[in-house]
C-alpha cells in the first residue's frame, strides 16, 4: 500500500482570497515580516498498487477528474510507501 500526500494550491495567476483575508489577519497581529499568504489544501489517499509509479498514476487520475481544478490549481503529490 502507497500513501499519496496531495498538496492542491491556487494558480499564483489567481486571486486568493482566504489568503489575503489570513495576511491581513497576521498584519493585525503584528507579524508584518509576513507576506504573500497563500492558503492551499492537502489531501491524503491510501493507494493499493503494484508499484510507486501505479500509483502516483492513480493519484494523478484522482487529480485530474476529481480532486484538483486543473483550469484554477496546481498540485504536487508525493508517493511514500506505507507497507510497513
Known amino acids: 500500500m502507497y500513501k499519496a ?3 492542491v494550491t491556487l494558480r499564483k495567476s489567481i486571486l486568493d482570497p482566504k ?4 495576511h491581513q489577519a497576521l498584519q493585525n497581529l503584528g507579524l508584518n515580516q ?3 499568504v497563500r492558503i492551499g489544501k492537502l ?5 493499493h498498487a503494484d508499484s510507486e509509479d501505479n500509483a502516483r498514476e492513480l493519484a494523478e487520475t484522482a487529480c485530474n477528474q476529481l480532486l484538483a481544478n486543473e ?3 496546481d498540485y ?3 508517493i511514500s510507501d506505507n507497507s510497513s
Open 5 to 7: 500526500k496531495i498538496h
Open 76 to 78: 504536487q503529490i508525493e
Open 34 to 36: 509576513i507576506n504573500n
Open 71 to 73: 483550469v484554477m490549481e
Open 43 to 47: 489531501i491524503e489517499l491510501d493507494i
Open 19 to 22: 489568503g489575503k483575508a489570513t
